[in-house]
């Protein structure tokens, strides 16, 4: 088995603030994502990641900058945090693409 | 577009009822279909998937047939319990980018003791 760590789990913010969300996983995946969850909404694709140094944007990438540093880690930037903002942020990973395993998630406030 | 529809926002039982919980799909061909299911404080997991049109996939009492006819992959239990309490995702592979997957919006489901 293996694990998916997110760091902060617990993330506050300020407008226009720069803010990045950390995530490691020890599957040895090659794929991984990143997604915005709000509350009443399905999930949304931000960025994904074939392999290392790849990068593939999703339909709410605007505002977002991601990093894939080596194939266990998969950084996530919010340029520029909008106040009021609350979601939670999921990354996961998966062998090829097949099934996805999901950490436990980084909360977001923005003041 | 392609789109997953889950109308039920939230469904409430009691312990030992029958859940039913709606699913209904958009596209073209014959995507694989899914069911993930989120507990408080945890991401989501996957519950169940099937790949080949009409058939049936099943896991810890729960199970989802995919139903070409009517675009649908409903997800059942005959009899649920306290611990089923979570938010279940029916979700879709994109065809345009098999790396993808199209979500519905979510069911949370309380079980009352």
């Known amino acids: 088995g293996g694990i998916i760590t997110q760091t902060p789990k617990f993330l506050i913010g300020q407008e226009g603030q720069k803010l990045t969300l950390k995530c490691q996983q020890n599957?040895?995946?090659?794929?991984m994502y990143w997604y915005r969850q709000d509350s009443g909404k399905g999930l949304r694709l931000i960025y994904y990641?074939?392999?290392?140094?790849?990068?593939q944007k999703g339909d709410l990438s605007e505002g977002y900058d991601a990093s894939r540093e080596k194939k266990s880690s998969f950084s996530l930037t919010v340029t520029s945090a909008q106040k009021n903002e609350m979601a939670v942020f999921l990354c996961?990973?998966?062998?090829?693409?097949?099934?996805?395993?999901f950490g436990p998630g980084t909360r977001l406030t923005v003041l | 577009g392609d789109s997953v529809i889950q109308m039920q926002g939230q469904v409430t039982l009691s312990e030992n009822d029958f859940l039913f919980i709606n699913c209904t799909y958009s596209?073209?061909?014959?995507?694989?279909l899914f069911w993930y299911v989120q507990y408080s404080g945890e991401g989501p997991q996957l519950l169940l998937q099937?790949?080949?049109a009409n058939n049936k996939g099943s896991s810890r009492g729960f199970e989802a047939t995919y139903d070409k006819g009517t675009t649908s992959f409903h997800l059942q239990k005959t009899s649920v319990q306290e611990i089923d309490s979570a938010v279940y995702y029916c979700?879709?592979?994109?065809?345009?980018?098999?790396?993808?997957?199209?979500w519905g919006s979510g069911t949370k489901l309380i079980i009352k003791p």
């Open positions: 996961a990973s998966s062998f090829d693409r097949y099934e996805q395993y």
């Open positions: 599957f040895n995946h090659d794929t």
């Open positions: 990641s074939i392999t290392e140094n790849d990068l």
């Open positions: 596209t073209t061909g014959y995507p694989t």
């Open positions: 099937v790949t080949t």
């Open positions: 979700a879709m592979r994109d065809r345009t980018s098999n790396y993808q997957l199209i």
